[in-house]
């Protein structure tokens, strides 16, 4: 860990550091977060695919890498089976770690996954500066070894973090659709462990011809627009008035099927510590986010209207039809890591689909 590495942002803003992890060049969107804890499940989140993350809390490392565990072919640990990020930044690495079910250091979990990091950065003040110019293409420099600026969001991100085949989970009722426009486990474990039965398929999947009760479209990388086929299933279901969830990108498809419009935030929501305001109630939740694009409820039909609200910056956090089963959220109920204040959406919706 004695090599030079280098995070150039595309306006010339540098940032020094020492290599961990795979020692290799590495390019993409730099975002930050704001979670303290859940470092394992933040890297395996597909909704990172394409972006070097900094991470803002001070210590990184210091519970290690939990060993990989399945069953029912679900991972524990993890939201995926690999980190999605393509370079990570931190301020101080923990060489020593401690947690007993862990099995390796950060350090050894990406160089076997060959992804490169940086620690010894200032990181707040490099949070501070994307937070003034918003998020920004960047590229980890190792030991002079260059390489180019690169765009995630003008790739196809989801086709890369969805499932090949479809996948059947549980043998419980109803029977739940769940198109994978890069699934986290913890949405599969939330649907799964309430008794349903789970059809995980391809965000670009004809699934008409399938039996089905209900539709959740999940989390997933990148610009909403990009997904225009999934967009087209969706509106076709909206037709049939089957019971539709999104949850985080899941949400702004719908929006988007529903005829509305989305927009790119300046430096996105990432972390387990935003507020959102349900809108009717007054009740304030807190809760885990990862996105960088948000629904312009303006932009909705007539019979649509706005769920949540963030506290901060008066965002959209959700959506709903009034008279017809269709809703969305853009934070994330299964919230892995926490906070689980938000656990019930997954209630509300399975209860939709009984009422339907």
Not at 20 to 41: D, I, L, Q, R, W
Not at 189 to 217: C, K, M, P
Request: charged share 20%; with cysteine; proline share 5%.
């Amino acid at each position: 860990m004695n090599r030079e590495g280098i995070l150039v942002l595309e306006d010339g803003y540098t940032v020094e550091g020492r290599v961990f992890g795979f020692p290799k060049a590495a390019s993409g969107e730099v975002v930050f977060n704001t979670g303290m804890v859940g470092y394992p499940e933040t890297l395996t989140d597909p909704s990172y695919q394409g972006q070097i993350l900094v991470l803002t809390y001070p210590l990184i490392g210091n519970y290690g890498v939990p060993a990989v565990a399945q069953s029912n072919g679900l991972n524990h640990e993890f939201e995926s089976d690999r980190i999605q990020v393509s370079g990570l930044i931190i301020s101080t690495l923990a060489v020593q770690y401690h947690h007993w079910k862990a099995s390796r250091s950060l350090d050894q979990w990406l160089f076997e996954a060959g992804v490169v990091g940086i620690y010894g950065v200032d990181t707040r003040a490099l949070t501070k500066y994307l937070r003034s110019h918003g998020s920004l293409l960047g590229k980890i420099v190792v030991d002079g070894v260059d390489v180019g600026f690169s765009d995630p969001n003008k790739e196809d991100l989801v086709r890369q973090v969805t499932v090949a085949e479809p996948i059947l989970y549980g043998t419980g009722a109803p029977r739940i659709v769940l198109v994978d426009c890069g699934c986290k486990r913890s949405i599969l474990t939330n649907l799964v462990n309430r008794g349903v039965t789970v059809l995980r398929v391809s965000y670009d999947y004809d699934f008409e011809g399938e039996d089905f009760d209900g539709v959740v479209i999940s989390n997933g990388p990148g610009d909403p627009k990009m997904c225009d086929t999934t967009i087209t299933h969706i509106r076709k279901l909206m037709q049939k008035q089957v019971p539709l969830l999104g949850i985080c990108l899941g949400s702004q498809i719908l929006a988007l099927a529903a005829g509305g419009n989305t927009y790119k935030l300046k430096f996105g929501h990432r972390g387990q510590n935003q507020p959102c305001v349900e809108i009717g109630t007054d009740r304030c939740y807190v809760t885990s986010q990862n996105h960088g694009y948000a629904v312009d409820v303006e932009s909705l039909p007539g019979a649509w209207e706005a769920w949540f609200v963030n506290a901060n910056d008066g965002t959209n956090e959700g959506i709903r039809h009034r008279e017809l089963p269709f809703r969305g959220v853009q934070f994330h109920p299964e919230a892995a890591p926490g906070p689980v204040d938000t656990n019930f959406i997954f209630d509300d919706f399975l209860r939709m689909v009984h009422a339907s």
